[in-house]
């Protein structure tokens, strides 16, 4: 049975850092749906309605074209082991670029990865639990490093020049204004 709850309680953000990969959920005004796995150390809940997530250099930036079209975020949770579970986050998302003034104090929150692209600050408006029943036990080997082992490759001017090539259209076809700092 779905539970819906106005802040991240204390038992929300604990089952939320056991997690090794989250969903992120967006939609601009019209066209295609985004719903992209994310995973890394990458998430934090700053308190009971705010949490933040470092978005990584990636083969898109629908999240961004979507966000600046229409702030909503859905960010999913599930566990795969454990106690069956299911967390949503829902709210009102903005983005902070690189080299801007919250990018940066937000920065301290996690590792210095290499490709980091931008920071989304969401304000949860809700957060709704589930049962998770039918999902499926899988059990966490080790975490991917090909996204950091590619982007640590690369210096700040060759990212930048992936981000004009590569990150500026959405799939859709739109515009996405990414400052190049």
């Given at each position: ?94 983005i902070h670029f690189a080299g801007s003034e919250n990018f940066n104090k937000f920065s ?63 799939i859709d076809g739109k515009n996405i204004e990414m400052p190049i700092l």
């Amino acid at each position: 049975m779905a539970q819906q709850f106005e802040k991240i309680n204390q038992s929300h953000k604990e089952f939320i850092e056991k997690q090794k990969i989250f969903f992120t959920a967006t939609a601009g005004t019209d066209g295609r749906i985004n719903l992209s796995p994310k995973g890394l150390d990458s998430f934090r809940v700053i308190n009971e309605t705010t949490i933040i997530w470092l978005n990584l250099t990636g083969s898109g930036n629908e999240t961004m074209g979507h966000i600046q079209e229409n702030n909503r975020m859905t960010i999913m949770f599930c566990s795969f082991d454990e106690k069956p579970l299911i967390l949503r986050l829902y709210g009102k998302a903005k983005i902070h670029f690189a080299g801007s003034e919250n990018f940066n104090k937000f920065s301290a929150e996690f590792a210095d990865l290499p490709g980091k692209r931008q920071i989304y600050e969401m304000k949860v408006e809700m957060v709704q639990t589930s049962c998770g029943w039918a999902v499926p036990h899988y059990n966490f080997v080790k975490e991917r490093q090909t996204l950091n082992e590619w982007s640590g490759k690369k210096d700040p001017s060759e990212i930048k020049e992936y981000w004009e090539e590569r990150n500026n259209t959405s799939i859709d076809g739109k515009n996405i204004e990414m400052p190049i700092l």
